[in-house]
């Protein structure tokens, strides 16, 4: 009887958390206008793409050119810096939670203990002195300026740190008699051992950035290179009203991070409880 109310609460839980995604998408497919009516439909009458298409290909701009705000482009930006943080962050991320779990070296401790300290101030006091720095750099108003200050996170270091230390250090130990080198020691034994949190780390990565808005907002100022966040902002600004066109928007910047969650969600449920290791 147990078993059977935590299934009803967990299809109720679930249900409570489809609607609104499937209202979502539902919105989206009907006619301009038909959203506003009382009561609201729930499944258009007509299924139609014709937001999508013009979201994608033919919103024009302030200029008047379909250019102007196009979706499709600030869908590849977004996707090309999604990838680059990704990698990018892992290839530094990694390397820093393996060295401060199992390496030995003067100021780890001071290093760990400012990290947390670093940890709890909030990224908005920063946003200032960023800006300052990068546009000092020449970086403002280019892909490197996005990037630079999302590469090394702080949370991600902690992460792999704390995933790294359930690694026996007698295994480390072995592969160093043996003559391994640490980074021959990261790649080989390591970096299997960790992949749930790997993965997890990479997920977390790509949506985080994925869907950034204010740091873009600030960095970018050519339309050109508008991430998608930014540029739905944009065209909200003048289309507001416009539910099914949003609803569309939304979809499209959604439906990517549900399917790449779907594809790796047993390495991000592993990663996360079981911490990375196993045994």
């Given at each position: 009887m147990r078993g059977i109310a935590r299934t009803l609460a967990l299809a109720a839980l679930s249900l409570a958390t489809a609607t609104p995604l499937a209202w979502m998408v539902s919105v989206s497919l009907m006619p301009k206008g038909a959203a506003a009516t009382f009561?609201?439909?729930?499944?258009?009458?007509?299924?139609?793409?014709?937001?999508?298409?013009?979201?994608?290909?033919?919103?024009?701009?302030?200029?008047?050119g379909v250019t102007g705000y196009h979706i499709a482009g600030a869908m590849l930006n977004s996707t090309l810096l999604a990838a680059l943080a990704t990698v990018l962050g892992l290839a530094l991320t990694l390397p820093a939670g393996y060295a401060f779990a199992k390496l030995?070296?003067?100021?780890?401790?001071?290093?760990?203990?400012?990290?947390?300290?670093?940890?709890?101030?909030?990224?908005?006091?920063?946003?200032?002195p960023l800006f300052l720095m990068l546009k000092w750099a020449g970086l403002i108003n280019t892909y490197a300026g996005v990037l630079v200050p999302g590469l090394a996170g702080i949370y991600g270091v902690l992460f792999v740190r704390q995933a790294a230390l359930a690694i026996p250090h007698e295994m480390l130990d072995a592969a160093r008699l043996d003559g391994?080198?640490?980074w021959r020691i990261l790649m080989r034994i390591v970096l299997p051992l960790l992949r749930p949190t790997v993965v997890t780390l990479a997920l977390f990565t790509f949506l985080a950035s994925w869907s950034d808005f204010l740091w873009p907002l600030i960095a970018i100022t050519d339309q050109r290179l508008y991430t998608l966040p930014v540029a739905l902002a944009a065209i909200s600004r003048e289309h507001g009203q416009d539910v099914e066109l949003m609803m569309a928007g939304a979809v499209v910047t959604t439906l990517p991070v549900l399917l790449l969650f779907a594809a790796l969600q047993r390495f991000y449920f592993s990663g996360v409880l079981g911490g990375g290791v196993k045994g």
């Open positions: 009561p609201p439909p729930l499944w258009p009458a007509r299924p139609t793409l014709a937001n999508y298409r013009e979201l994608l290909f033919d919103h024009a701009g302030p200029g008047g030995r070296f003067t100021g780890r401790a001071r290093l760990l203990q400012a990290l947390l300290a670093l940890a709890v101030i909030p990224a908005q006091v920063a946003l200032l391994a080198s640490e």
